[in-house]
């Protein structure tokens, strides 16, 4: 499978989520760089902007496994990860899985459990394992939480710490319909739910196929030296306490990667990168001041960064 096979999957999940999702073609494809790289992805937004919605169809478009849990304040880790429980007919303690156990979960209001249950999704985002009672049970791959979260209410809700935010490769907002996408959206829902005509339209193999031609799209080591040279910006930024982690300039390596594959290209260039870089990089930072509850200013920090440090050019970027 080359680059362009990767187009006709992404394709294919996009005609999916199309017949559902009215506009939001943005957030679609970095969803689907998700996919393609296994990457996990934080949905903020007011509610009723559809990011249940659009994380279930994306889920159903792909045969695997796909799991739903309402995080509530009760809550608790075991409820997610599973339980070792006494069967009084063979005389053993035996395994039951919780619905970790899966290959697309919707962690939906993911800020309304209580820290204690937020992270014990911490290894199991990174290490693609669940550790239980003293035993490791190793994940399925390919193994994706796509997580929603209202930002506009306070009480009753945990907001994720900064460990816990590091793990997800894009945060992204979906924002409100335009007036025509507001009209479409009526008339779509208007005599039944499109949801229920929703199959599989990609197999677990064509995704797996997918992600590894993703990993194979080279990058100059120049991109990979702009790539540092941010995330040293930020953590030398006089407005910014916590500047970008190592996991999130591999996020955004691998993010670029998936995205030129999705041109159709194999090979990174610095636009790819830029694409990228704020949904990838503003909510792995820690501002000074309490400017955490304002998203708008580490996206402009990020926006800043990028207009201050040079561009690799091209032209000097051997491709083969």
Same mark, same amino acid.
């Given at each position: 499978?080359?680059?362009?096979?990767?187009?006709?999957?992404?394709?294919?999940?996009?005609?999916?989520?199309?017949?559902?999702?009215?506009?939001?073609?943005?957030?679609?494809?970095?969803?689907?760089?998700?996919?393609?790289?296994?990457?996990?992805?934080?949905?903020?937004?007011?509610?009723?902007?559809?990011?249940?919605?659009?994380? &279930?169809?994306?889920?159903?478009?792909?045969?695997?496994?796909?799991?739903?849990?309402?995080?509530?304040?009760?809550?608790?880790?075991?409820?997610?990860?599973?339980?070792?429980?006494?069967?009084?007919?063979?005389?053993?303690?035996?395994?039951?899985?919780?619905?970790?156990?899966?290959?697309?979960?919707?962690?939906?209001?993911?800020?309304?459990?209580?820290?204690?249950?937020?992270?014990?999704?911490?290894?199991?985002?990174?290490?693609?394992?669940?550790?239980?009672?003293?035993?490791?049970?190793?994940?399925?791959?390919?193994?994706?939480?796509?997580?929603?979260?209202?930002?506009?209410?306070?009480?009753?809700?945990?907001?994720?710490?900064?460990?816990?935010?590091?793990?997800?490769?894009?945060?992204?907002?979906?924002?409100?319909?335009?007036?025509?996408?507001?009209?479409?959206?009526?008339?779509?829902?208007?005599?039944?739910?499109?949801?229920?005509?929703?199959?599989?339209?990609?197999?677990?193999?064509?995704?797996?196929?997918?992600?590894?031609?993703?990993?194979?799209?080279?990058?100059?080591?120049?991109?990979?030296?702009?790539?540092?040279?941010?995330?040293?910006?930020?953590?030398?930024?006089?407005?910014?306490?916590?500047?970008?982690?190592?996991?999130?300039?591999?996020?955004?390596?691998?993010?670029?990667?998936?995205?030129?594959?999705?041109?159709?290209?194999?090979?990174?260039?610095?636009?790819?990168?830029?694409?990228?870089?704020?949904?990838?990089?503003?909510?792995?930072?820690?501002?000074?001041?309490?400017?955490?509850? &304002?998203?708008?200013?580490?996206?402009?920090?990020?926006?800043?960064?990028?207009?201050?440090?040079?561009?690799?050019?091209?032209?000097?970027?051997?491709?083969?």
């Amino acid at each position: 499978m080359k680059a362009e096979a990767v187009q006709l999957v992404a394709d294919k999940v996009r005609t999916s989520v199309g017949h559902v999702i009215v506009g939001k073609e943005a957030i679609i494809d970095k969803l689907l760089i998700a996919m393609l790289t296994s990457g996990h992805v934080l949905l903020e937004d007011v509610p009723g902007t559809g990011k249940t919605m659009l994380a &279930k169809v994306l889920a159903y478009s792909l045969d695997c496994k796909f799991k739903r849990i309402q995080f509530t304040p009760d809550l608790l880790p075991s409820d997610l990860t599973g339980i070792h429980y006494y069967n009084q007919q063979s005389g053993q303690f035996e395994f039951r899985p919780g619905p970790l156990f899966t290959n697309v979960l919707l962690a939906d209001e993911i800020n309304r459990a209580t820290p204690r249950t937020q992270s014990s999704l911490l290894e199991c985002m990174e290490e693609r394992q669940v550790s239980i009672d003293g035993r490791t049970e190793v994940l399925e791959r390919p193994f994706l939480v796509i997580a929603t979260q209202n930002p506009v209410e306070n009480q009753g809700t945990f907001p994720l710490p900064e460990a816990q935010l590091d793990r997800f490769l894009f945060k992204l907002r979906m924002g409100y319909p335009s007036a025509e996408e507001g009209v479409a959206i009526l008339k779509r829902f208007m005599e039944a739910s499109p949801m229920d005509e929703v199959k599989p339209v990609v197999t677990r193999e064509e995704l797996a196929a997918a992600q590894e031609v993703c990993s194979g799209v080279k990058a100059h080591p120049d991109l990979l030296g702009y790539i540092v040279a941010l995330a040293e910006a930020s953590r030398s930024h006089e407005d910014i306490h916590t500047g970008i982690s190592p996991r999130g300039t591999q996020a955004l390596l691998k993010a670029s990667q998936a995205y030129a594959a999705l041109q159709g290209r194999d090979y990174v260039t610095p636009d790819d990168i830029k694409a990228l870089a704020i949904p990838a990089l503003a909510h792995r930072m820690l501002l000074r001041g309490g400017s955490r509850l &304002k998203p708008q200013s580490a996206e402009l920090l990020v926006e800043r960064l990028l207009m201050q440090i040079p561009v690799p050019a091209e032209a000097d970027m051997p491709v083969r």
